[in-house]
C-alpha cells in the first residue's frame, strides 16, 4: 500500500461527498418512513428519524390492497429457493468445466458464456404463454422455475474452481476409488465454499429485487412479490406516503442487512469476477 | 476479459490409474459423469432462456393475442405495422435518449471514483462499501422514492433548484426532464458498481509504467489519461456492452417512477416509455397482443446489438495508445 497514491484532504472530500449522495436517499427513505405524513413535504428534508415507525408498519400491514406480509413471505421463499438451487447445479457445472475432461467442453463452456450476453428478458412472452399452458400463472413456480440456474454462476464457479480445487486431492481421491460424485461432494464443495458464498449472496439480492417478470406473470394481487406489493402501493389511488415508504424501507432492509454482513465479501467478488472474468 | 480454455490441463480420466474392481463403473462414471453435471444447466436454460427467445420470433410471425383460438400466419405484418408506428419509434427514441444521458456521465463519474478509491485510503472497505450500496437496495424502492424526490411541487430536486434560483422544473411531464431524472436513477445505482470494477483493473496496472512516466516528467494528469486509461479499455468496453444491455432494457425504473393511471405508458403523453415498456403495454395488460409484442422484442433484441457493436468499435478506435486494443490489463 505505500507505493500507492497518497489521498490528500480533498480525496476525502470527494469521497465524502460521493457517500452522501450514495447513502442519503436510504437513509431519507427510513426518516420519512418513522415519521408521519407530512414529513414528505416539509423542505429542507428532515434527516431525523421519528417515532412514528411502529404506526406505520402497522397501517402497511393493515392495508388491504398491497398484502404486503404475503409479499414478504412470498419473496423470501422465491429468493431462498432460487439461490439454493442456482449455487447448487452452479457449483456441480462449475466443476466440471474447470476440473473433469469431456467431449465437447469447449464449445459447452462458451455457450455457457454467450448465455450471459443473451437479454432472456426479451423471452417473457412465449415465457407467459408456457406458464399458461403449465397452468402456473399466479403462482410461485412461475418465478422460481425459470430462475433455477444462471450462466453468471457457472461461470463463476467454473472460474473460482480452477485455482481453488486442487488436482491432486481430486487424483488422490480417485486413486481411492472415489467416483465423481463422492468427489464432488468431499473434496470440491468444500474448496467452493467462498466462491458459493458470494453467488449466493448475489443471487439472493437480484431475485429478491426482480421486478419486470412477476408484474407479467403473478398477476392476481392477492398474491404479489414484495416488489409487487410495493407497485401496488405506490400505485394506489390515494397515496399515503409514509406508508408506502415504510414499504419501501422494509423490502430493502434484507439486502442491506446482507450488504453489511458481507459487503467485504460481496466487493471481493465483484472485484475478482471483474479482473478474471 | 479473456477466457482461457485449457489455461491448465484438467485431470486426465487416468485411464490405468484405477483399480481393477472398480473398473467398468468407474469408467462409465469418469465418461458421463461430467455430461451429468453440467446437464442441469443446459436443459433448464433450454427450457426457460433459449426456447422463449426463439419462439419468441415465431409468434411475431403471427396475429396472436390471448384470447383468440387461432392465431394466423401474417409473415412480417407484425414488424412492418410496427415500423410505421409512431409511438414505437417515440419509444426507441425515449430508450436511447434515457441510455446516453445516463451511461456517458456514469462512466466518467465511475472512472473518477476508481481513481479516488485507488489511492492509499484509510478505511478502504467502508469508502467501498459505501459507493456501492444503492447497487444493492431494491430498484422498485429506488424508483418510489426518486419519484417523490423530482416530484412537481414538493420534490427535493426543485427544493435545491429553487435554493440557488432556478425555475422549477416538471420532472415527470416534460420528456426531456423525465429521460434525465430516471438517468439519475440509473446512475444513482450503477456508478459506484462500475467504479469498484474498473478500480479492480487500475489495481492490476503495473506500478512501475507510472514511476517511469513520471521520471519522464508526465504529471499525473497525463498519466491517467495516457497509461491509466488506455490500459483500462478492455474493462471499459465491458462495462459500456453491460450498460447496454441493461440500459436497452430499462423497465423497472421508468415504471415506477410514474403513477396514477396507465403507468405502463410512462407518462400521460409516453414521455419516459421505454421499448421494453411498449413491449410490455402491447403483449400483456390491457391488449394481450402476443403477436405484435413479441416483433417488439425482437426489434430490440437487434437495436441492442447495433448499440453493443457500434460502441465497441467506436471505444476500439478511441485513444489509440502505444498498447494495441485488448491487450494491457488482460490478466
Not at chain 2, 436454460?45 to 433459449?50: L, P, R, T
Not at chain 2, 400483456?284 to 446489438?305: D, E, K, M, Q, R
Request: aromatic residues 12%; hydrophobic residues 50%; contains cysteine.
Amino acid at each position: 500500500m505505500s507505493r500507492l497514491w497518497r489521498a490528500s484532504p480533498l480525496t476525502y472530500l470527494a469521497l465524502v461527498v460521493a457517500a452522501g449522495m450514495s447513502i442519503f436517499p436510504i437513509w431519507w427513505m427510513f426518516v420519512v418512513a418513522s415519521r408521519s405524513s407530512d414529513a414528505m413535504g416539509q423542505l429542507p428534508p428532515p434527516v431525523t428519524p421519528g417515532g412514528n415507525l411502529g404506526a406505520n408498519i402497522a397501517r402497511l400491514f393493515d392495508n388491504t390492497d398491497a398484502y404486503f406480509l404475503t409479499g414478504l413471505i412470498n419473496s423470501t421463499i422465491v429468493a431462498v429457493t432460487v439461490t439454493v438451487s442456482v449455487v447448487f447445479f452452479a457449483s456441480l457445472a462449475g466443476f466440471a468445466f474447470a476440473k473433469l475432461r469431456f467431449r465437447g467442453r469447449n464449445a459447452l463452456l462458451l455457450t455457457v458464456i454467450a448465455t450471459m450476453m443473451v437479454p432472456t428478458q426479451l423471452g417473457v412472452i412465449p415465457l407467459y404463454m408456457l406458464m399458461t399452458r403449465l397452468q402456473w400463472n399466479d403462482r410461485l413456480p412461475a418465478v422460481i422455475v425459470p430462475a433455477l440456474v444462471t450462466g453468471f454462476g457457472v461461470f463463476m464457479m467454473r472460474q473460482y474452481a480452477g485455482q481453488a480445487v486442487s488436482d491432486e486431492l481430486i487424483e488422490a481421491a480417485r486413486m481411492d476409488g472415489c467416483g465423481t460424485p463422492r468427489i464432488w461432494w468431499h473434496v470440491v464443495v468444500p474448496a467452493l465454499r467462498p466462491a458459493a458464498a458470494v453467488l449466493g449472496l448475489l443471487t439472493f439480492m437480484t431475485t429478491w429485487n426482480d421486478f419486470l417478470w412477476p408484474y407479467a406473470v403473478l398477476n392476481d394481487p392477492a398474491n404479489p412479490t414484495v416488489q409487487l406489493s410495493l407497485r401496488a402501493l405506490s400505485d394506489g389511488y390515494y397515496q399515503d406516503m409514509s406508508q408506502v415508504f415504510t414499504g419501501t424501507a422494509i423490502a430493502t432492509l434484507p439486502l442491506l442487512l446482507v450488504f453489511v454482513l458481507f459487503g467485504r465479501q460481496i466487493i471481493g467478488g465483484i472485484m475478482e469476477g471483474a479482473v478474471k472474468a | 476479459m479473456t477466457v482461457q480454455l485449457d489455461a491448465r490441463p484438467p485431470v486426465a480420466p487416468a485411464a490405468g490409474g484405477h483399480r481393477r474392481s472398480s473398473g467398468r463403473l468407474s469408467r462409465l462414471d469418469t465418461r458421463y459423469s461430467p455430461y451429468l453435471f453440467v446437464a442441469p444447466f443446459f436443459l433448464l436454460f433450454a427450457v426457460f432462456g433459449v426456447y422463449p427467445l426463439i419462439y419468441t420470433f415465431w409468434v411475431s410471425l403471427h396475429d396472436w393475442d390471448l384470447l383468440g383460438t387461432d392465431h394466423p400466419f401474417v409473415g412480417a405484418a407484425n414488424y412492418t405495422q410496427l415500423l410505421a408506428d409512431g409511438d414505437f419509434w417515440h419509444a426507441v427514441v425515449n430508450t436511447l435518449g434515457i441510455f446516453v444521458i445516463s451511461t456517458v456521465p456514469q462512466l466518467l463519474a465511475a472512472l473518477w471514483l476508481a481513481n479516488l478509491l485507488n489511492r492509499g485510503l484509510r478505511a478502504r472497505t467502508g469508502w467501498r462499501m459505501a459507493v456501492l450500496v444503492p447497487n444493492v437496495t431494491s430498484t422498485a424502492a429506488v424508483a418510489i422514492v426518486f419519484g417523490v424526490i423530482f416530484g412537481r411541487e414538493f420534490g427535493m430536486a426543485n427544493w435545491l433548484l429553487d435554493m440557488v434560483g432556478l425555475d422549477p422544473i416538471a420532472w415527470k411531464s416534460d420528456r426531456v426532464a423525465s429521460w434525465v431524472a430516471i438517468s439519475a436513477m440509473v446512475d444513482w445505482r450503477w456508478t459506484g458498481y462500475n467504479a469498484l470494477i474498473l478500480l479492480a483493473a487500475m489495481q492490476a496496472i503495473p506500478r512501475d509504467l507510472y514511476e517511469s512516466a513520471s521520471i519522464d516528467g508526465a504529471n499525473r494528469v497525463r498519466q491517467f489519461w495516457s497509461i491509466t486509461v488506455p490500459l483500462l479499455k478492455p474493462t471499459i468496453i465491458f462495462c459500456v456492452i453491460i450498460a447496454t444491455i441493461g440500459g436497452l432494457q430499462l423497465f423497472t425504473e421508468p415504471r415506477l417512477f410514474h403513477s396514477g393511471t396507465n403507468p405502463i405508458r410512462g407518462g400521460s403523453l409516453r414521455e419516459s416509455q421505454t421499448v421494453t415498456m411498449y413491449m410490455f403495454e402491447n403483449a400483456f395488460a390491457p391488449h394481450y397482443n402476443f403477436g405484435y409484442g413479441s416483433a417488439v422484442a425482437w426489434l430490440l433484441f437487434a437495436l441492442i446489438a447495433l448499440v453493443a457493436a457500434v460502441n465497441v468499435l467506436v471505444l476500439r478506435r478511441l485513444g489509440g495508445s502505444g498498447m494495441g486494443p485488448g491487450k494491457g490489463a488482460d490478466r
